[in-house]
């Protein structure tokens, strides 16, 4: 929860707005690049939106973070583990959505509409049912941990986290999708690393419709 806390913090203070004169892309490549590095990792757009290595990572890690953060409310994940499931995650996603941005409204806050298909949540958790790994893993920690097993152990315990890569792994393969969907999105200024550009205004909001949480 601290890190979902410190990372929340960071992106609202990459999206407060700059007051710079000068500032590159424009907003509907900024959301464009948003909600693809949100989904798949990186996005072709990114340079044409501005954005620098620094800004890519902080979205990637603010979008994966809720999915690896999950997963951890089942068993602790060791670092290797936790890799390979955001690879797992974000290779889902790049052949499985496509977006369409458009400029709303220009000013001084744009507007972008965004329109994609949300991760439908409801359904891949109602798939998850049907995972025997996940079930598996839900009784090897259960176990474990009633015989006394530490996180730091279960982190450790190579069994437990290859049964883990599988389990969630086969999650987030039967991941489906809502219907298309268009979402508004209002853009603020940002900067990062010398560089200003268009960003969303709530970058949460955005990645909790892409999410749908």
Known sequence: MLRKIILCAALALLI????????????????LAYAETVMTGDSPNAAAAGFGDEYAKSIRLAAVNGFIESMTNI????????????????????GAVTFKAKLKSDGDRPIVELTTTPIDYA??????????????????????????????????????????????????????????????VPCDTVTVGGKTH?????????????TGQ
């Not at 407060?16 to 959301?31: E, L």
């Not at 068993?75 to 790049?94: E, H, N, S, W």
């Not at 998850?128 to 790994?133: E, I, Q, T």
């Not at 960003?199 to 419709?209: C, M, N, R, T, V």
């Open 16 to 31: 407060a707005g700059c007051g710079s004169d000068k500032v590159d892309g424009s907003p509907d490549k900024a959301i």
């Open 123 to 184: 359904g891949t958790a109602k798939a998850a049912v049907g995972n025997d790994d996940l079930m598996a893993l839900l009784g090897m920690v259960g176990q474990l941990k009633a015989d006394g097993a530490t996180d730091e152990q279960l982190k450790a315990n190579p069994e437990v986290q290859a049964l883990a890569a599988s389990a969630f792994g086969k999650y987030v393969e039967n991941m489906t999708f809502q219907a298309e969907k268009t979402f508004a």
């Open 198 to 210: 268009w960003a969303p205004a709530e970058g949460k909001a955005l990645i909790d419709f892409l």
């Open 75 to 94: 068993v602790p994940l060791g670092d290797a583990t936790a890799q390979q499931l955001t690879t797992i995650f974000f290779d889902k996603l790049k």
